[in-house]
């Protein structure tokens, strides 16, 4: 019998293990998550309306005061029907459930965040600088050409805007805050939410050019209520979808899209500072 060999056997050659594939967000999981935003606006608002009714009806059982529910339900419509109120309500649901929805979206698909490429959401720099231009170029343009496009279906008629008017007849300082985060903090999270997860999850299932445009026309869909759900408003809303996605694939980052939506956002609420405030 040969004796036993002292040699030990060789390594296998080092080499990383294989990553797991990265996957898209499913499609209902990605129009859930575009719902959630939207129900966590009207939430947030409704708990705001909810504890202010209590602390009425609190105010009143202490001060021995005989409140019934319809009339502290009264009050609280009174007090948040005034502009300042209203300003202060969109400013707070607005950054509450924004700032939910970022990190929920994080916290779901942490190695998806920073992925340039589909299926990622892009949230890191693009190829090149020079799509931070072309994104405020993209942002002002948008604006006239879906002006436009919307004066022309609609034959003459305006397009109301909740946000416009709660801005316009706002005190100036809240006019500013909200500007501000109309401008940046909508605009983040809107394009994480469809340029980022929707866009992905669509692009699992279709083709580019089809995904981009679905993902345009629920974009514009979900923004009719804020214009009075007025039809002739759509294709200017996809028009300027369709771009911030564009802008999103070509240069690999989310941050132009977001920079094209916040110059178009803010074009729109200019006209709130050239409002007159009638005198009171």
Not at 133 to 160: E, N, S
Request: net charge positive.
């Amino acid at each position: 019998m040969e004796a036993a060999s002292d040699a030990t056997p060789p390594l296998p050659p080092s080499r990383p293990w294989p990553m797991p594939a990265l996957r898209a967000p499913g499609l209902l999981t990605a129009l859930g998550f575009v719902a959630l935003y939207f129900l966590l606006q009207a939430s947030v608002g409704a708990l705001v309306a909810f504890g202010l009714g209590l602390w009425l009806g609190l105010r009143a059982s202490l001060q021995h005061l005989a409140y019934d529910t319809k009339t502290i339900g009264q009050q609280v419509q009174t007090m948040l029907a005034q502009p300042d109120a209203r300003a202060a309500m969109v400013m707070l649901v607005l950054c509450v459930a924004a700032g939910s929805m970022l990190w929920l979206v994080h916290r779901r698909w942490p190695r998806l965040w920073s992925l340039a490429s589909p299926p990622g959401f892009a949230v890191a720099r693009p190829a090149q600088p020079l799509f931070y231009l072309l994104a405020v170029v993209i942002g002002l343009a948008a604006p006239v050409l879906g002006g436009w496009l919307t004066q022309l279906l609609a034959h003459g008629h305006k397009v109301p805007q909740d946000i416009q008017r709660v801005g316009a007849e706002a005190a100036l300082p809240l006019r500013v805050a909200l500007m501000a985060i109309v401008v940046t903090v909508g605009p983040l999270v809107e394009e994480l939410l469809f340029r980022g997860v929707l866009l992905s999850a669509l692009m699992r299932r279709l083709r580019v050019g089809w995904a981009v445009a679905a993902c345009s026309l629920l974009f514009a869909l979900v923004h009719l209520p804020d214009l009075g759900f007025l039809w002739y408003a759509l294709p200017g809303l996809a028009l300027l979808a369709a771009a911030l996605a564009w802008l999103r694939l070509r240069s690999g980052s989310i941050w132009p899209a977001v920079v094209a939506h916040g110059v178009n956002n803010l074009l729109a609420v200019a006209a709130w500072f050239l409002a007159v405030k009638p005198a009171g």
